[in-house]
């Protein structure tokens, strides 16, 4: 972090200049494997410094991968020569201000304690346990590690360790195509229980042993596996943050304090659930607390960063929606499927992308696992599906919520592989709209 | 660079190494952001180094990257990307081979006519900034975005096989987007859509022609949030250049890379419905249609004179007179499929691993100009300029929503429509083609965000393409 104090030290020999530095260190084990054996192996050690720079109103940042005293001398250089000829943002007020540190943890480097040895036997273990089945694994075991400190002008100055896993098994029936999937993902590997994991994939695999069929388009009533519910939740949040609301394209503009969903949904952000990752600091270096959502079906706050606080006079909490949580509900996973006369089961979700976001409208796709419910009873796997629909449609027709919630990651894949996990029961939801059939598995 | 690319290479020559290869690249990133008329971000990542190494043993591939390009590293980045490919050697039931290709030596520059690294900052802002007062927020328009990105990267490749490639690009993404809102609702429109970057550098905002196109999309906009929705269930479309560069990226491009035949993108990207037995035979679309990936055109973003694992550029035909006949292949699965490799194995930056990847995946062009086209339409939509876009695990069965649909009568553009969505099954969907626009009207659209591969990697691309039209499509989705 020595480059981090070299800009410091220049940028605090101009006290007309404020700025906000980041310098970011990840590196990562990466293991993909398909038809259970490697594709690839790939390591990878990142370190970026990124510093704005704030003259009054203007402002001007740069990045510098693997900097040095010459690039860092230069980038500062080429800051200070452009800063004044640009134009101002009016609505940039002031640098975030919570200094409020995290409290210590002790943070075990998983790329140490899960080599490449380790995830190899692993995989070996549970290709050759589903294999009888004549099934194969495909998918990715990942181990991070990540270091960030942030300082500013402000006197804000934190560091943050983390070390995430990340093991996602796709079973693909060899001659169906018929694929079912299991994660785990967490910062201590202890809690990864092998047995249980293949437990429950072999679980599913058993539902692949019905016939495969097609369905007509329609409204049905499905059961959302947690990883779906997680994964809606996540885009229903974009709505929830004050960028959105100052852009036109929340839905939850003008519903603060509002009763927009059943009373048995709630949705909070809680960094500190020992079954997700962690997160010690949201935007800007602001503290990561627990923020209330929807409470009992009101909408309660928007995530709202220190920009956007100014700018929108909504309270600051830095919070990010990283580690998302939907309470459970009072219902068995059995009584949710027994409730259903001629229903879906949708495992999991595909490609999906807003069509309106104020209105919340969407389309995507099942995958991974989507089944027949008749009588209470899953009696068949389905082609993969296309669903169009409301987000806030799907959560006004929450029935039910499973009695418990379970913690599913997921990967953010763009720019580094980031690793976050979102707490979700099952739910029955009624009349959800599958507007037409992919025909294949 | 080449003297460490070169020994680099020269320390792989290890026994047990039966390919390695080593790529670097130096990539200057640019970006300006301007919000509701102000400037939001500005802002660089210049000189930024990456180096790659991988290397095959036991049949095995073991990869490692760094941004640290001193001998300590390089030398710890080596003995990481061997000890990968051994220990995944553990995990595995079938070796990766290929036959061997002769070395090639190649050299390449791209110049600008307009340099965005070497033009006064003042200058890119000011322009910009014009353009952003024009479109703030006014009448309807409630917010607004103007946005530029530049990048410049060199590449240095080298491989185990003696081949050496030396090449420089830039690339350019200009976008500019209104958001118009009568309070119930909004409605957006961009210019020049979301496959409106280039093999160019700031003359791509001309070309565009920008400043001309301003009030356009403010008109648009707002009209859009009194326009009808289509009502009938299926039409005859018509498909703009912008909007069908995607259209064929997501039901072709993406469904002809043969990786996903082989399951090898099945935890993230997805497969493809295709099998190897239908190349050759497949009927993927109608005659008028000829596809075809192009890595030797030097107008698209996909140009390269050899890709990232040793293949000259290729012009490939994937689909001749509607038939399926190719793939778009690494070595190793070409050897697989028994095709020759097709030259489209591409690493977004050093460190990162080179993946199936589109280049220049082109449309090829049939007759006649646009308006010829909508002049022999009865009844039917131009659409364009994506909204949103969505496609299955298989590349099968996709839904797409334009920002805006031109309604055509008797010939003639006679009104607007909103979100206009239309949904199909790839094959019966390229069958119902029944004519392409000709070279007048065929030109690459280009994006600088194809995402494919774990870690993620975003890919800079491009389509040749000209507008086409597309018969009884369903266009009844009801959201």
Redesign the interface.
Known sequence: MKNLEYLKNLLDAHPELQYEIIEQYWTTDFLRFYHSQTNYNISKEVTSLNATIYKGKKSFSFMLDNANSQTIDNAVQDALSIIDKLPEDPYFVDLENDKTLAKPREVINNIEVVPLKLKTEVLARIANAVAPYNFDIFGSFVCNYQKYRLVNSNGLDKISVSSPYYLEVKAVHNKSQVTVVEAFGGEDFQYFQERNFLDKLLQKIGYCAYDIVDIEPGTYDVILAPRCLGEFTQYLAYGMSARALDQHSSFFEGKLNQKVFPEWVSVCDDPNDPEMIHKDYGSNGHIYRYLSLIDQGIFRNFMCDNYYSHKTGLPKNGNTGSCLKIEAGEKTLDELIGSIKRGLFISSLHYMNFINPKETSITGLTRDGTFLIENGKITKVVNNLRFTEKIARIFEHIQALENRSHPVPFSGNYSIFDIETVKSPHALVKDFNISSSTKTI | MEQIIKQTIQKLSLPEITFADVRITHTDNEFIAFQNG?????????????LGIRVLING?????????LSNHSIDK?IN??I???R????????KVEFPPLSPVQAEYEHHPEQDPFKMP??EK?GYL?KLAEAIKPQGKI??SVVYAMFMRQEKYYTNSEGTYSHSTYYNTLPMMEV?A?DGA??QSRTWPGHMGAGRAGFELFHKHKFEENTERIIREATDLLSAPTIEEDKADIIIGSGHLALQLHESVGHATEADRI???E???A??T?IKPEMIGSFQYASPQVNIFSDSTDPRGMGYHPVDDEGVVGKKVDIIKNGILVNQQTSRQIAHLLGLEPSSNMKASYG?D?PLVRMTNFCLAPGEGTLDQLIADTEHGYLLDFT????????R??F?F?TEIGYRIEKGKIVGIVK?P?Y?G?TKEFWNSCDRVCGPEEWDYQSTFSC?KG???Q?MQLSHGVAPARFRNI?VR???
């Not at chain 2, 095995?60 to 640290?68: E, H, M, R, S």
């Not at chain 2, 909204?387 to 298989?394: A, F, R, V, Y």
């Open positions: 102000y400037l939001r971000a500005y802002g660089t990542n210049l000189d930024s180094i990456a095995c591939w073991g990869f490692a990257g760094t941004q640290d980045a990481t990307a000890s990968n490919a220990y995944g050697s553990l995990f595995q039931k079938n900052k003042e802002i900034h409630v917010h958001l809102s609702q909004v082989f399951g090898m099945i935890s993230y997805g497969k419905f460190d691993f909204k949103t876009w969505s496609i299955d695990d298989n099968n069965n839904q929503t979100e969505t949904y099954i995402g774990e870690p993620g975003s369903d989705v009801k959201i």
